[in-house]
């Protein structure tokens, strides 16, 4: 069989005639770059053919490349396929590198009070006047320390079997690990001694893309360790709909497995950075979208993206991390968000718990914004939600120089209204390769300001500006120039990147108009707008209303709170009074199919425009753009 | 590595060179009568070299044997080792026969009502409409039909797992299998269309010896198999002790296999026989002692046998056959009885139940005699509770013609009082080979009111009659005249066999005596007294009290209530009600350590006579006695 050597860092894989080089990545423990899920749409898995014999069609990736790059052999790795053996080069940026995953945890009011406790024993050994069982001796001590009553307490099967010697062994002083669990407690670990100080639970945020993780101390509440990685499902599909697909043609199982691989690296990181044992973790409470809840339990997501599109499961489920392959204490409780719909999953559940929305009487409005967006409106009283594709514009794909918030993307943009010179700021202030979301808006707002682009989107071709020039396809801004960019390229934004972006953006406006309409309210209403996820971490919220991604608030009215999925997943971690709140929670939020809801498609097409058709909605917008169009003349 | 074929069966095991023929044995899937657990002390295990090379000690073991036997290559089984190939013949009487095991169920007031129930379900299909999710359209449909309500289930994973497709399979036309389970309900399974009439439950009597199992169907609360084999551990020892001996030594795991495959064969048996799909069992209730239940469930006995003698667990418990290789539905849930002490297992409680001692107000004596005897008095406010050892002799070891209750064994037996003639009838009518337990407290009754013996149980030598005689090593009494049995011999009792028998009854008239001190009652006061066990169901109630058994009650006061550790399993199993109450009963009941109360040992002594050394206490036996000594004059 061929083998596959990656440059530059030589790894190697074995792999089958006709292989694609992207499956030679993926078993050389490469994670490419694929947004498309490996389709040869989004050009972003550009690898170097150096050596060796492959087969592609070189016509139909042509426009991906410049000639020179054709030339040095730039060819899609999900369209080139093994012949035998070959060298190839992989740029950095055809690489999934770290991105800014959200890991910060806001500081919350919520009380510990974890469903996990430890009882430190000093049992008092059998004798001949006291032949008590094992059993009823562990438990009658777990009560004397203020534990639940014996009966109360199941025992599983494994523990019954390691105790008898375990009780001796430690020569009678024990600490017991016992859960609060639905119908009763559970009896999840004896061990030697005093433990009580290694009690540990996980908060996990089960991402699409990527996977956070956090892990407390649940002895003193507090944080002991974090850490992020992908979702190394990205190697069976980029999306939901083509690992929902993979699953359907057999994936499940590999999907379930990669699913808590992937949990299980983040967990390993982070537990060792802290000097943890995997086996001192007792409780997962897991934040995922329904199919992504589906996957990790092995559950068929299949019925969900046919009509008439129906998960298995809604409600908060548990299981022993052991059934599902978690790499914590075997007995310990994993815990999965309810969902509201196939749209609104757990995630939103744990990013309305984050934002406190469902406590308070005056309305609020969330928004979390990926590929897909879900929005959320309501009060402790009622609850509205919907969804939609976003379609990839926000988060980098089908913009010519978009790309994911990794270093060397260009994420603050102003532009000088008079010399149409952009300054920037890029992730870790790398040389610029791409641009991503917050630094689209950005682009999209100052290029507005600037009178660059008009409300439709169309690049004003009038401005005699070098910045402003027709490109291969369309018009197009210039960003970068070669000379300041790290990959030798004008970096450019194009008339049809910015068509894409209204599109994406016009999605999420017309959605919350939509939630506005059926709960009959005035925008004007709206006491906070939430933005969740990595995405509303990082934009500017003026020019996010700006260009109408969201209704008009005031500006100190919009309030990130970061990933709320694991915010969220935190807190149901920590208190258990919040997790056992969340099915009712998720019962009582309505959800609204937009595309069910006619009113849905008028109010996207009324939002196809910067900010808006009707600038009466947007009051200071206008104002804005009047004094900019003024200054301009 | 040599190999060992067993006539007449021509069996072959391969095996190395040093194992006994015992293992030998095994190996070829026989069961060998080992009372001893292989210890070369029963003398049960004959064999017959016919050809090849073994090893053994002649000498230690010609006790066992006549002279005739030995030139045609008797020996033990388990003394004899194998050094290369063998062939060699079984005597039928060398191997476990179906015993009478006793699976009669009596006819009961119980009222059937499970804890597992089935619900025909008839959903409406999803639509665009009603995209509810599988779960929640599942659980509805079960409420709807009377079940408990949605959040009270717990839906384990692997139904989750499977139950998006069977429901679409089904055509949404199901049949929802739900177990009240402690702290709320479990869906145990769900198949397509209506299987309402294929619901059931299995009690199982796991025996040291022998297992017992009974299928009921839960639809419809009758009996629709039976079945009952031996307890496959035998192979890795007789008894209890050997058995704890052998877990200690790295055969725990082994046992719980040998465990839970006994129970799969008598279950397959009586499936098998019923037609029933095993995957149909959906509650499994065991009643077994605190050894066995420890053994099935993997639990190490080894500290039960040991100073202080505590057992891992007391209480009932309860886990997935799954889980522990019963060949029932995987989700079925297994409960065990649970225990009072190490000598009070489930299986006595099971007893009571069976008994309804303990829901009456007038106090009863329940008495379970077997290796060891176990003995209850008390009512439905208070019950005190013994063990011990009877020593084997009540089963036929220890007695040189006993035998166990196999074909050929003499049951009944009444001797002429002026011929000493005896009239016996042996069990299936086949020719004597032995005699067993029943048969022995006959002998013994009868012999005593023959004046044979004395109330010491010694042989009165002069009598004239050729059935009194000196033997090999003690004077005996022939029962059978060699022409007469199956076995070529004379089959005698001896001295040695009589005060052997002796020593067995006193240990329960004994134990029960105690009791009764302890309760400041006289046996006056004991309103009925239950037989429990294979043993009790066949002995004659008049010849008990003779020989003082037990103490002398009315003989309309005596009762055998059969096998009651099945019949206990049985009620449990179809009245959820009386299972609840488990619990509760054992940990009233008050376990009094023989070994540690000093009146003991009188109580035994003063036993260790026909029946008692205080014939006031018997005093319709000594008018009996009387009656029959002016007789012989």
């Given amino acids: 069989m061929p083998t596959v050597t990656f440059l530059p860092g030589y790894r190697k894989a074995t792999v089958h005639q006709g292989d694609s080089l992207l499956e030679a990545a993926i078993a050389a423990g490469l994670h490419m770059n694929v947004v498309c899920g490996g389709q040869g749409k989004c050009g972003k898995c550009i690898v170097f053919l150096k050596s060796g014999t492959a087969s592609f069609d070189l016509e139909k990736y042509r426009r991906f490349f410049a000639d020179e790059e054709i030339a040095r052999g730039a060819c899609l790795a999900c369209q080139t396929f093994v012949v035998n053996d070959l060298r190839v080069e992989v740029p950095e940026q055809s690489l999934v590198q770290q991105q800014k995953i959200l890991v910060e945890f806001p500081g919350t009011e919520i009380p510990p009070d974890p469903a996990v406790r430890k009882y430190v024993l000093r049992l008092s050994p059998p004798s001949l006047d006291d032949t008590t069982p094992d059993v009823n001796r562990l438990l009658e001590g777990i009560e004397r320390q203020g534990g639940p009553r014996p009966n109360r307490i199941y025992v599983p099967l494994d523990v019954l079997q390691y105790l008898p010697r375990a009780l001796r062994q430690g020569n009678w002083n024990m600490t017991a690990t016992v859960a609060l669990v639905p119908g009763g407690y559970r009896l999840l670990h004896v061990d030697e001694g005093d433990s009580s100080n290694r009690l540990y639970g996980a908060a996990v945020d089960l991402g699409t893309t990527t996977i956070v993780v956090y892990i407390w101390s649940l002895a003193d509440g507090r944080i002991a360790a974090t850490a992020s990685n992908y979702n190394r499902q990205i190697s069976c599909g980029e999306d939901i709909l083509s690992r929902v697909t993979f699953a359907r043609k057999g994936g499940l199982a590999r999907l379930q497995q990669l699913a808590a691989e992937s949990i299980n690296d983040a967990l390993c990181a982070a537990a060792d950075a802290a000097g943890i044992d995997l086996e001192d973790i007792f409780e997962v409470m897991i934040a995922g979208n329904t199919v992504m809840t589906h996957l990790l339990l092995g559950i068929d997501p299949a019925y969900m993206i046919a009509e008439p599109y129906t998960p298995a499961v809604r409600r908060m489920l548990s299981t022993a991390a052991g059934r599902i392959g978690i790499a914590t204490h075997?007995?310990?409780?994993?815990?999965?968000?309810?969902?509201?719909?196939?749209?609104?999953?757990?995630?939103?559940?744990?990013?309305?718990?984050?934002?406190?929305?469902?406590?308070?009487?005056?309305?609020?409005?969330?928004?979390?914004?990926?590929?897909?967006?879900?929005?959320?409106?309501?009060?402790?009283?009622?609850m509205l939600s919907c969804a939609g594709a976003a379609g990839p514009a926000l988060e980098g794909g089908e913009v010519l120089f978009g790309m994911r918030a990794n270093p060397g993307a260009i994420e603050r943009v102003r532009i000088n209204g008079d010399t149409l010179t952009p300054t920037f700021t890029t992730i870790n202030g790398a040389g610029p390769q791409g641009i991503c979301g917050s630094g689209l808006i950005d682009l999209l707002a100052e290029l507005i300001r600037a009178c660059v682009i008009d409300?439709?989107?169309?690049?004003?071709?009038?401005?005699?500006?070098?910045?402003?020039?027709?490109?291969?396809?369309?018009?197009?801004?210039?960003?970068?120039?070669?000379?300041?960019?790290?990959?030798?390229?004008?970096?450019v934004i194009t008339e049809n990147d910015i068509k894409n972006l209204i599109m994406s953006k016009a999605a999420i406006l017309g959605a919350c108009m939509t939630l506005l309409d059926a709960a009959g309210l005035d925008h004007g209403e709206i006491a906070t707008v939430y933005f969740s996820g990595a995405f509303g971490n990082y934009i500017n919220k003026e020019n996010a209303i700006t260009i109408g991604l969201i209704p008009e608030v005031g500006l100190d009215q919009v309030k990130n709170i970061g990933n709320g999925a694991i915010t969220g997943a935190n807190i149901a971690l920590i208190n258990r009074q919040s997790r056992k709140l969340l099915d009712a929670l998720a019962q009582r939020i309505t959800y609204i199919e937009l595309n069910a809801e006619p009113s849905f498609m008028d109010r996207y097409t009324s939002s196809c425009f910067l900010p808006h058709t009707d600038l009466t909605l947007f009051p200071k917008v206008q104002q804005t753009l009047e004094a900019c169009r003024m200054r301009r003349g």
């Fill in 330 to 382: 075997r007995n310990a409780g994993v815990y999965t968000f309810p969902a509201v719909s196939n749209f609104i999953g757990g995630d939103i559940i744990a990013d309305i718990l984050a934002s406190g929305m469902a406590e308070r009487e005056e309305v609020s409005l969330l928004v979390d914004i990926g590929t897909n967006f879900e929005a959320v409106l309501g009060n402790s009283d009622w």
């Fill in 455 to 491: 409300r439709n989107g169309n690049i004003n071709m009038e401005i005699e500006n070098p910045r402003v020039r027709r490109g291969r396809y369309c018009p197009e801004f210039v960003v970068a120039w070669k000379e300041e960019t790290a990959v030798a390229k004008d970096i």
